[in-house]
């Protein structure tokens, strides 16, 4: 399922117009965006949670030249499924 496909499933179970949904969710992913920018975790309960977490610097080798590469410490995002949503795929 894509971004637009999710806008049309949720649009329709909520008796929203697509274009409110669009806007509704482009907010929400903003939002998670924001707070994730600024070092806040967010939790959605039943859902999961996000989190930035900090990746180290590290050596790398570029694969077309075989030269060391050294690769900077960065922040990544991250996703941990909570409990309602392992059991409702299981």
Partial sequence: ????????????SAAM??????????CVLDTI?????AGEKVTITGFGSFEARDRSSRT????QTGE???VPASKAPA?????ALKDALN
């Fill in 1 to 12: 399922m894509n971004k637009q496909q999710l806008i049309d499933a949720a649009a329709d």
């Fill in 17 to 26: 117009s697509k274009t409110d949904m669009a806007t509704a969710l482009e």
């Fill in 33 to 37: 965006t924001e707070s994730l920018k």
């Fill in 60 to 63: 790398a080798r570029n694969p």
């Fill in 68 to 70: 060391s590469v050294r």
């Fill in 79 to 83: 996703f941990r499924p909570g409990k």
